[in-house]
Each structure stands twice: as C-alpha cells, then as structure tokens.
C-alpha cells in the first residue's frame, strides 16, 4: 500500500519522538530485529540505516516482520489511543495557537483531568507537555532552515513570551537558541570541509 502523505524522513522524526498521533498510519520495521511496531512504541531506538516502514501490518508481515511484543501493533487501537492520535493530531496541526488544556479538552469531549490522564498513561506526557515539544521542534527546524531571529522563531514556533520559549527550548534541546544555532553552522561547516 503506497502513501505519498509522509516522507521517510517525517515518519522518522515521528518514531524518534514516539509519536502516537501516528498510530495506525504507519508501522516501523527493524531489519537486524524482525519486529515491526507502531510510532509511539518506547523500546530501544533502531539505527536509521535499519528501518523500513509500511502502511499496514498486513504488509510488515508479509514481508516477514513479526509484531512487537511492548507496543503490541497487532492488537486493535484502544479506544484511549484513538483519542491522544486525535489530539495529538489536533495539537500539531494549531501549535501556534495559544492552547490551554480546557480548550484541547474540549476538542476531544473529555474533561481536563481525565484527558491529561489518559495521555500520559498512552504517552508518558501530557498534553502540554506535548504541546511544548511540538513547538520546541518547530523552533529547532526554523532555526536549522530560516535566518529568522531568535525572537522570530519564538513567535512563528507558537510561544507566547521569549523567556517560555528559551527555558522550553533548553530543557528540550540541552542548549540555548543561540548555541543550538552555532552547533549546526559548527556541524554545517564541518559537513561542508569534509
């Protein structure tokens, strides 16, 4: 089954980030393992040059992939899964929006404390917490492939006042704006001598 919405390198960053907004979409395959799992699945990380991915686990399988036996691809999705996908997905597509948990609540039907529960039970996290590495990511892309300020992308990445945005950014990232920046046109130049 083909699908030209996400590109390898998309459904990459999805399973680094053990994203289960994408549950059901796809499925990761590891070729030195023969296991295949679902994106949000928090077992060891595979090396890139390993993974394939497929668009159904009838396909995995014919391939000669078996399930994953901690993420359990083969067993239908939770109700409880369908919903953080859903939110998850609702949180990617208005990061730049300034969301608050009643609001993404109401998005889903559910009341505050049962959604913040059931998401970080499916995803270790909550939602704002999961909300804030959505936009650290952005920011993280933008800094990489933009010549925007720091403030800019503080902004454009959907936070509300540059001292969230730094803090955010550093507690994610292990670096400031300013030296995550400097490290890629570090690694940028060394690419380019190499």
Request: with cysteine; hydrophobic share 35%; proline share 5%.
């Given at each position: 089954?083909?699908?030209?919405?996400?590109?390898?390198?998309?459904m990459?960053?999805?399973?680094?980030?053990?994203?289960?907004?994408?549950?059901?979409?796809?499925y990761?395959?590891?070729?030195?393992?023969?296991?295949?799992?679902?994106p949000s699945?928090?077992?060891?990380?595979?090396?890139?040059?390993?993974?394939e991915?497929?668009?159904?686990?009838?396909?995995?399988?014919?391939?000669g992939?078996?399930?994953?036996k901690?993420?359990q691809?083969?067993?239908?999705?939770?109700p409880?899964t369908?919903?953080?996908r859903?939110?998850?997905?609702?949180?990617?597509?208005?990061?730049?929006?300034?969301?608050?948990?009643?609001?993404?609540?109401?998005?889903?039907?559910?009341?505050?404390?049962?959604?913040?529960?059931?998401?970080?039970?499916?995803?270790?996290?909550t939602?704002?917490?999961?909300?804030?590495?959505i936009?650290?990511?952005?920011?993280?892309?933008?800094i990489?492939?933009s010549?925007?300020?720091?403030?800019?992308?503080?902004?454009?990445?959907?936070?509300q006042s540059?001292?969230?945005?730094?803090?955010?950014?550093?507690?994610?990232?292990?670096?400031?704006?300013g030296?995550?920046?400097?490290?890629?046109?570090?690694?940028?130049?060394?690419r380019?001598?190499?």
């Amino acid at each position: 089954m083909k699908n030209t919405h996400f590109s390898f390198e998309e459904m990459w960053e999805k399973i680094m980030a053990c994203d289960p907004g994408y549950d059901g979409l796809f499925y990761t395959a590891v070729k030195t393992t023969g296991i295949y799992c679902r994106p949000s699945c928090r077992s060891r990380k595979p090396k890139k040059i390993n993974v394939e991915f497929y668009f159904s686990q009838h396909e995995a399988e014919a391939h000669g992939y078996r399930a994953c036996k901690r993420c359990q691809p083969n067993a239908g999705l939770s109700p409880n899964t369908e919903v953080v996908r859903e939110v998850a997905l609702f949180l990617a597509a208005h990061y730049r929006k300034p969301l608050r948990l009643a609001e993404i609540a109401d998005h889903a039907g559910l009341t505050p404390s049962y959604l913040d529960w059931i998401f970080k039970q499916e995803t270790g996290e909550t939602p704002l917490a999961y909300l804030k590495k959505i936009r650290v990511d952005k920011a993280a892309h933008l800094i990489e492939h933009s010549a925007l300020s720091n403030l800019d992308i503080c902004y454009e990445a959907g936070f509300q006042s540059p001292s969230n945005f730094y803090k955010a950014f550093k507690t994610i990232k292990q670096l400031s704006p300013g030296d995550y920046r400097k490290s890629g046109v570090q690694a940028g130049t060394r690419r380019a001598l190499s």
